[in-house]
């Protein structure tokens, strides 16, 4: 009886104290643009912003943080899927520190991309300067939890990467200067080249799980539809093409990469099948609208043309794959970070 109580005990003692020391995953740390920016955009000079209403409508109290949707974002589902906490936050949201910081943190900002000329578009934080950041989280991790504990942490930590549309819809086939320099296949070349050099260099600062996400088929984003008004604004094949042939080459890459580099452990979800069979079966997910976004008249609103004062906006984003004319609801977040929890990142549970 008393062994039975003991045994019990220590079972109880491991169910309270293991989620903290040795869960899988104790932290996910993400890299990238809107897709997973929960904020920072709001402590940096540029018009790429999300942090007033309506967005956030459907948050947790109904606020809006800098998150690109009515609610949450993929990665906020992810990390709550891996038993952490419910949203991630923002690296340079003055609100969390290192504290907050150790179960995960995001260095995400909108409207940037893998290439430097694409975050000069409209002045947000650049790829390379994720990584100082990044760098500089490190150390303060080390301050913090002491060099093994925040090593050990690291490298059990997941580290998402989505990135890379706004290379292509904001820079390259925006702007005549990529699109001058390079043929678009070479473009998605040179774009994967600077995605294996950031792999590899967090491999160097200790990352052993890593997640980079494929491209979605950005041509059927309302905003591009609304462009495609000539052809009854059907997704732009073109662009949905270059998203395909991107994420065949990225997945070579990071098979080369598992290769190269010793103990690490590379996978790359990728969100173009799902996202575009939900546009195209609306009603199998509950959806009545592919389309356009809920946002405004759904054909081009985002950031500050998304206004509360906007008549237009619908009333249930649920009946909406897309927020607003670039960004998919809270709903479409979920679907998505439940299939490649799922999925590809079942071999991180
Ligand atoms: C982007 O800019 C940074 C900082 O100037 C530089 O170190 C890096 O090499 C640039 N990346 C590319 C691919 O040119």
Redesign the pocket.
């Known amino acids: 009886m008393a062994i039975k109580a003991v045994t019990f005990l220590i079972f109880v003692y491991l169910l309270v104290e293991m989620p903290g020391i040795s869960a899988m995953v104790p932290a996910v740390i993400v890299f990238g643009d809107s897709t997973v920016d929960p904020g920072n955009n709001n402590q940096i000079s540029t018009v790429l912003k999300s942090n007033f209403a309506p967005y956030g409508r459907d948050y947790f109290g109904g606020q809006p943080t800098g998150r690109f949707s009515n609610g949450r974002i993929a990665t906020d589902f992810i990390s709550e899927a891996f038993g952490i906490k419910p949203a991630i936050p923002a690296y340079l949201d003055p609100k969390y520190d290192i504290k907050d910081f150790v179960t995960g943190v995001s260095f995400a900002s909108a409207g940037t991309g893998y ?2 000329a694409t975050s000069d578009v409209l002045s947000v934080i ?1 790829f ?1 300067k994720e990584m100082e950041y990044y760098k500089e989280y490190q150390s303060k991790l080390r301050g913090y939890l002491g060099n093994d504990k925040a090593n050990q942490l690291l490298s059990e930590s997941l580290h998402l990467l989505s990135i890379g549309t706004n290379d292509f819809l904001e820079n390259y086939y925006t702007f005549p200067t990529r699109s001058s320099q390079y043929p678009v296949d070479k473009y998605e070349d040179f774009l994967i080249g ?1 995605a294996g050099n950031f792999i590899r260099e967090l491999y160097k600062l200790g990352a052993r799980k890593v997640a980079i996400s494929g491209l979605p088929p950005m041509g059927c984003l309302p905003l591009e539809r609304t462009t495609n008004i000539m052809h009854g604004s059907a997704c732009i094949e073109e662009y949905n093409n270059v998203a395909k042939d991107f994420n065949v080459k990225l997945q070579s890459t990071v098979d080369e990469l598992n290769r190269e580099l010793g103990g690490i452990r590379i996978v790359m979800p990728n969100p173009y099948d799902k996202l575009l069979e939900m546009i195209q079966n609306p009603s199998l997910f509950g959806f009545q609208n592919a389309e356009t976004a809920c946002c405004g008249t759904g054909f081009f609103e985002m950031s500050y043309l998304c206004d509360r004062m906007n008549p237009f906006t619908c009333s249930d984003a649920n009946k909406y794959i897309f927020w607003d004319s670039f960004h998919p609801t809270e709903k479409t977040n979920f679907i998505m970070a439940d299939h490649v929890v799922k999925t590809t990142l079942a071999v991180f549970r």
């Open positions: 290439d430097n650049p390379w600077i």
